[in-house]
């Protein structure tokens, strides 16, 4: 018996996925390194980030194989085929957390990144058919925008940004770096809680994450301590995150704290720690029931808006003590699945941890992130039956 062109058996399963997202991974997901080459890290940069091109033909990852993890190179893999092509080379980064902040830009045409040369600081844009490299920006760093984008976010250096103290954001269609949003603009609105958070010092914008529909932005706010010694968690005091709408060139929402935040896909609400949604333009807020919230996460939603996806300690959800572990888990709450628990006490030997940072594809079947077990960080891919 068929029905609208399926088997039966196959329509009771698409309808009961449909009422329940979570069931496309109640099976055992295929799980394995994106990579096949072995004796070096390789890194994707954050769960902000989907490492995968938006046609889903290629990953976007860091390798190195210093064990410090922050020097090595800008790559892309074929994923049918597994070759690999290397985008830059030598690149010296912040450290192995968030690598080069490789990203996907022009709906895969380019990749977007930085690093330092000299202690100076560049943001670098690739051309992904002609291998063509542009300086686009100096004593900057990038932030996150979208790969089915041209608008590529950056600031000034946490640590000592200079006058870079605003949000810029280079087009790539236009060649054109733009002012988008100013820190006057933050301290005229929450000057109080700057000044009682950072103790008056200056402050710049920092880690601007631009929404799916490219039309508002999140960032943190950084003070620094000055010099260039960017390797160290006292070089600035950062805290806090600001949502900008570029329609209404306005700051509209705000939160003294940031715990990991991500955009959710309709880009009016912001999924944080603790399986929180904030809906930025009431203001209200909803946390999921049911789920757990693993220590360490750093959260984010599926493309079609059902699952969301982190990672953290797996303590309460019965594994070992100390051990991490990546899980899913349905959007309205009750249901989830860790789909891989693991050490999380080896790999990169940077001075700021790498952690798994999980990121689902844009088709939201396959899942990206980073395991720090034995002597490397691999990039892993889970992938639903």
């Known amino acids: ?3 609208l062109g399926l088997p039966l058996a196959v329509l009771i399963t698409h309808l009961a996925q449909a ?9 055992d997901a295929r799980i394995a390194p994106v990579s096949a080459v072995v004796g070096r890290h390789t890194i994707h940069s954050y769960y902000v980030a989907n490492p995968e091109s938006p046609d889903g033909n290629q990953v976007l990852f860091f390798s190195s194989t210093d064990r410090s993890g922050y020097v090595g190179e800008v790559r892309l893999l074929e994923r049918a085929t597994g070759k690999e092509t290397v985008l830059a080379d030598n690149v010296h980064t912040e450290d192995a957390h968030r690598v080069a902040c490789q990203q996907w830009l ?15 600081w560049r943001v670098v844009v690739v051309d992904v058919a002609t291998l063509a490299k542009t300086v686009v920006a100096e004593d900057r760093q990038v932030g996150f925008g979208r790969p089915d984008g041209d608008l590529l976010p950056m600031y000034g250096c946490h640590w000592n940004p200079g006058p870079h103290r605003d949000l810029e954001v280079w087009d790539a269609k236009t060649g054109r770096i733009t002012t988008m949003a100013k820190i006057a603009e933050v301290e005229a609105k929450y000057g109080d809680w700057l000044t009682k958070e950072f103790a008056g010092k200056p402050c710049s914008i920092f880690f601007p994450v631009l929404s799916p529909d490219w039309q508002r932005v999140f960032f943190k706010i950084a003070a620094g301590n000055g010099g260039d010694n960017f390797m160290a968690k006292s070089a600035s005091h950062r805290q806090g995150i600001v949502c900008y709408d570029f329609a209404k060139a306005a700051c509209v929402w705000w939160r003294g704290q940031w715990g990991h935040p991500g955009w959710t896909p309709d880009s009016r609400h912001i999924f944080e720690v603790g399986n929180i949604t904030f809906d930025i333009d009431t203001g209200n807020y909803t946390k999921l029931k049911d789920v757990p919230n693993l220590s360490g ?5 599926s493309p079609d808006g059902t699952l969301m996806v982190t990672d ?3 303590e309460k959800v019965g ?5 991490w572990g990546v899980m899913v888990a349905d959007m309205n709450g009750g249901k989830w699945k860790v789909l891989h628990s ?6 990169a030997k940077s001075w700021r941890r790498n952690d798994p940072h999980p990121a689902f594809s844009a088709d939201g079947k396959r899942i990206y992130y980073n395991v720090s077990e034995g002597e490397f960080t691999t990039l892993m891919v889970a992938e639903r039956p």
């Open 1 to 3: 018996m068929k029905r």
């Open 19 to 27: 009422d329940d997202p979570i069931a496309a991974w109640s099976k």
């Open 106 to 120: 022009s709906n895969g045409k380019r990749v977007a990144f930085h690093e330092v040369i000299d202690k100076k």
């Open 297 to 301: 996460s750093h959260p984010s939603v």
């Open 312 to 314: 953290g300690m797996t």
């Open 319 to 323: 594994d070992r003590p100390n051990d």
């Open 342 to 347: 693991f050490e999380q006490n080896g790999g």
